[in-house]
């Protein structure tokens, strides 16, 4: 790359803004991934309830007893993509918040 940034301040200029940038990427897709996993925790839901009644039916024709294990792994699938989504939020939270107070050290260092 020598030759095309004007000088060793400009080139760690430049570096230092394309690390913040990724930074800022990696905060952004943390908080999309949990509005995400957010909402598919809440789509997924519907879904047990025909299974459920689904269920019921076939008991009812078959006359014996049979699982609700799909139905529990629904819930169970929707309950790890909650905690997914608080965990993705929170830790998006934590770097946002280390990523200001560094910035803001910054500033105070160039005043």
């Known amino acids: 790359m020598q030759g095309t940034l004007p000088?060793?301040?400009?080139?760690h200029a430049y570096y230092a803004e394309q690390k913040l940038k990724s930074k800022r990427?990696?905060?952004?897709?943390?908080?999309s991934g949990a509005r995400i996993s957010f909402w598919a925790a809440f789509l997924v839901l519907p879904l047990a309830i025909p299974m459920y009644f689904w269920i019921n039916s076939l008991q009812d024709v078959l006359g014996q007893e049979t699982s609700y294990?799909?139905?529990s792994g629904i819930f169970i699938v929707s309950a790890g993509l909650i905690l997914l989504s608080v965990f993705l939020k929170?830790?998006?939270?934590?770097?946002e918040q280390k990523?200001?107070?560094?910035?803001?050290?910054?500033?105070?260092?160039?005043?």
């Open 7 to 11: 000088s060793a301040e400009a080139a």
């Open 25 to 31: 990427l990696e905060i952004v897709n943390m908080k």
């Open 69 to 71: 294990r799909p139905v």
């Open 90 to 95: 929170s830790t998006g939270n934590h770097l």
């Open 99 to 111: 990523l200001n107070e560094l910035l803001k050290q910054e500033e105070t260092a160039h005043e």
